[in-house]
Each structure stands twice: as C-alpha cells, then as structure tokens.
C-alpha cells in the first residue's frame, strides 16, 4: 500500500508515534493507501518550520519575480505529473479521471501560474498628496498561513490557497481532508522538487476536531487561516481565530440556485444545469442543487433534462468513460442517501435516478417539494437536485435567496435586461448568466451568509494574504 507522510522542514516523515489512518478508495470500498496520522506535535513541527522559513530562509526576502519562477516550476512539475496526481485524487474520493487529470491537475498549475504572475505584475498605490506628501503601500508578507482544506477538490483547492500565500512571500502549513491525503503530500514532494526551500510549504494529516486540523487553526504561531470546508467548521474555526486576533477566510457551503426562464435557450440551459448539479457527483459547493423552472417550459425543460441525467454514465472513475463515480466515502454516502430516502416523507417526488450500487447515487432529480423542505434548504452534496415551477421574477428571486446560504446563483436568459436586473437582485458571492463554473481567477471568489466570510482571488488574495503598509514621505 502507498505510503504518504507529512512534508516539515524540507523532509517527509511519519508521525513520532508512528500512528497511521487508511485512505479508502470508494469505488473498491477498500483501502489503497496509508497517511501519517498527525496532531498537536506534529503540527507544532511544521509550524516551527514554517516560522523558521518565514524569519530566517530566502522566501519572504526573494524578489517576487524569483518566487514566481519558482511556482512556475512547480506548475510544469505538476502537468507533468498529471496522471499521477489525478489518480491520487480519484482514488481517495472517487472523482472521475477525467475531471482530476484533465481539470483539476491543469486547474492547479494554473493557480500556481496565476498568482505567481499576479504577484510580480501588480501594482501598488502610490498617492501623491495635496499637501506635497507622498504616500504609497507596500503589499508586504504575513508570515506563516495555515490552510484547511475540504475533500471535494483537494488538488484545485489547497493550490487556490497555497499560491496566492506563497506568491506574497509567505510560509504555509496545510491540513489536507482526512479523506484526500495524498495528492498534499505528492505536491509538497514536487514543491521540493521544484526548488522551494525547505519549511517554505509543509503538510500535516489527520483529522479536523480534537486533532491536527484543531490544534493548526488555535496554533499562536500562525498568522492568517485559510479555510474551506462546511459552515459548521467555519463556525469553531472562526471562533479559533477570534481568540488569536487572526484573520480568516472561510469559504463554506452553498445550495445554489438555478433559475431557467421561458425565454432560455433550453439546449444551453439543460447542458450547464446538468453539469452545475451532476458535476463530481454534485460534490461541489457551487453545485446548482435547486433548479427553478419558469412555467411554459417546465415539461419540456424537465423531460430534456431527465433524458439527459439518464445518459449519464456511472461507473468505475479511474475509466476515461466515467461521467459520475461513486460518492467520497461510505460516511458520506449515508449522509446523501438519507436525503433520497426522506424525499416522499417531504412530500416529495423521485422523479428520476435514486439509489445505485455501492456508494453510488444515480443523477436523482426530484419534483413535488415544498420551499421548505430539508432537501431545498439544507446542502446535501450529492447528485440530487429539486425541480420547481416558478411564474414571475420576483417569485424565483425571493425563492433563489430563500436559504441561510449565498455562495453562488445561475440564471439562464436571452434577455439582457433580465440578466442584469436579476443578477444584482440575487443574494450570492457569483452569479453566473447561461453558463456555471466560469472563472477568472482575478475575480472574487467567496459567499455570504452562511457561504462564508471574505473574498479570494486576484487582488482579493493579495489583501488576505499581505499586510498592507502605508509609506508617507514629505519631498
Ligand atoms: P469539513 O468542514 O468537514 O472539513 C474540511 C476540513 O476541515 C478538513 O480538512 C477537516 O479535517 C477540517 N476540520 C474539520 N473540523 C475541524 C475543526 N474543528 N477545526 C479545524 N479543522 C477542522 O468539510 P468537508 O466535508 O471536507 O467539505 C465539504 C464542504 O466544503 C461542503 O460544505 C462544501 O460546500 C464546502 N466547500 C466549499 C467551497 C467554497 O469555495 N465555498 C469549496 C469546496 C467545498
């Protein structure tokens, strides 16, 4: 069985007590790999390192252009070991091949990329004053970050938070999901590979609660956490970082919206919403869970997009003609079929789909369900998604914003004006108009409520992960 360790300080090791955990594949439902279970002292390691990189080794007084080169490296490492990394995340989550190689591994190296370059090409302010004065910033590093990162996009996701820190000359200390291990400890062996000095990216494993990821967001030694993962682990990790004075960016939950006019183009609406909802088996925070139909097109859009969801194939996620493997694992799998069980209990319909084999849950659409139902409120994280009627604007609006979540809304139309209009309308941290999962990553990423506090990407990551200094000079 593969082993993974911790990175600290340059090195990967396993835990001092030697204690391991098993990574489940949820497609064998047995498992395929071993971490080093770690804790507070594996952890108090790494961020030690991670300071002392931090106060002592090159990174944070390395020009920006040479830390770029250096991330650059690590991106060409990363494609070039596409396969490599996106078996290891399928195989600890179950995610089709196709999405972890063929998008995420190149979303990874983009981030990498990205913040690299937006780190040496981005301006400061630089203010001259009425008054004669002169004033500028200086964008200058925190110190160490402490990164936690969810199952669902491991890969994608611990690059999303640990470029941006490192462009900007911080260290960093990342707790990758129990679940997903071993893509964080391939990279930390390539970010080495690449030439970032040692104790500059360091990963420990283990588990959330009374354990690594705990003792890492209540560590004093770390400077900024970032955070994504469920709003109720936004909620402790919150109330960790208020007693250290430290900042957090938490990106949490979501239950979006999917509103489809009579005036959509139904071929593009039906081909987004299924992605937006059956995407990593509606793994996804941004997952369009709730579908709003308007009225003159309920049955057709419905009987399309059932037609569609029934094409999709389900199976082994290491096949390149896999479009929905089975869910992440077997604790997570409860969880959503609960949620199938329960529908005609909410006064409900399973339209289409339910249960499948093993960990698997077909693409289950369903109909009848009241606004107030679990299944329209709560995130379920699994390809199951509500389908209402809706007949005016302001009806689907006041629907769309109707829960504690506002991560992100979609909204299909060929009118412009409509567009725009319902878009500022709608209670989200994105919207996207007849598309889903569109990004540049200069734009703001993040939600309100109970999707999360903060914003990342672009500008947005540079005043997270920097200190911003005013200079005021009299010349
Ligand atoms: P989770 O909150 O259970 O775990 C996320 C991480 O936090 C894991 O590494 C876990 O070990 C750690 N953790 C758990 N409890 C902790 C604690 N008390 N202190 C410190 N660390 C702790 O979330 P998950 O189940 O891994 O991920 C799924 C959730 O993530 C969903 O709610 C999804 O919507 C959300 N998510 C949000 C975004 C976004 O950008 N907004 C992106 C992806 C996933």
């Known amino acids: 069985m593969e082993f993974f360790g911790h990175v600290i300080d340059g090195a990967e090791v396993a835990s001092a007590s030697g204690e391991t955990f ?65 078996l290891a995340d399928t195989r600890d989550m179950g995610k089709p091949i196709t999405q972890s190689r063929g998008h995420d591994v190149p979303r990874a190296a983009a981030n990498l990329r990205f913040f690299a370059d937006h780190a040496r090409l981005t301006p400061a302010e630089a203010l001259p004053m009425d008054s004669g004065h002169h004033a500028y910033t200086r964008y200058e590093p925190v110190g160490v970050a402490a990164a936690v990162a969810p199952w669902n996009f491991p890969l994608m996701l611990e690059t999303w938070k640990i470029a941006p820190a490192l462009a900007w000359g911080n260290t960093v200390v990342l707790k990758p999901a129990e ?48 955070f994504t993962g469920e709003s109720a682990t936004g909620r402790a990790i919150s109330a960790a970082a208020a007693r250290n004075l430290v900042p957090v960016s938490l990106e949490l939950g979501g239950k979006g919206g999917n509103a489809v006019f009579a005036d959509a183009d139904l071929d593009n609406a039906v081909s987004w919403s299924l992605r937006a909802i059956f995407t990593n088996a509606g793994q996804v925070c941004l997952a369009g869970s709730r579908l709003y139909v308007q009225r003159p097109v309920f049955e057709e859009f419905l009987a399309r997009f059932t037609a569609a969801a029934g094409a999709m194939r389900l199976g082994d ?43 698997f849950v077909r693409p289950t659409i369903v109909t009848g369900l009241p606004a107030a139902a679990r299944h329209q409120r709560e995130e379920i994280f699994g390809p199951v998604v509500t389908v209402t009627p809706f007949d005016t604007e302001d009806e689907v ?46 734009a703001p990423f993040g939600g309100v409520g109970d999707s999360g506090v903060g914003r990342e990407g672009g500008t947005f990551s540079r005043e997270f992960f920097t200190e911003p200094k005013a200079v005021v000079m009299q010349i």
């Open 22 to 86: 098993a990574s489940v594949d949820p497609y064998t439902r047995e498992p395929w790999a071993e971490a080093a279970l770690g804790g507070p002292a594996e952890v108090d390691l790494a961020v030690a390192a991670a300071r002392r990189a931090f106060d002592e080794g090159p990174w944070p007084r390395m020009g920006r252009a040479e830390r770029g080169r250096l991330l650059h490296r690590l991106a060409d490492l990363v494609l070039a070991n596409a396969d490599r990394l996106g």
């Open 179 to 226: 679940d997903t291990p071993a893509s964080a400890t391939l990279l930390a062996r390539l970010a080495l590979e690449a030439g970032l000095p040692p104790g500059v990216l360091n990963v420990v494993h283990g588990y959330g609660p009374d354990a690594a990821g705990q003792a890492l967001t209540e560590h004093p030694g770390v400077d900024r956490i970032t």
């Open 317 to 359: 996620p290491k096949s390149d003609g896999t479009e929905i493997g089975p869910l992440a694992s077997e604790t997570h799998y409860r969880k959503v079929r609960g949620y199938v069980e329960t529908v005609a209990a909410e006064g409900g319909t399973v339209h289409a789909g339910g249960l499948g084999d093993g960990w």
């Open 397 to 442: 609006v006041a629907l769309m914003n109707g829960t504690r979540y506002g991560l992100n809304a979609m909204l299909f139309t060929e009118s412009l004006s409509r567009a725009h209009r319902v878009s500022a309308r709608l209670r989200a941290g994105t919207v996207w108009v007849n598309c889903f999962f569109v990004r540049d990553l200069r």
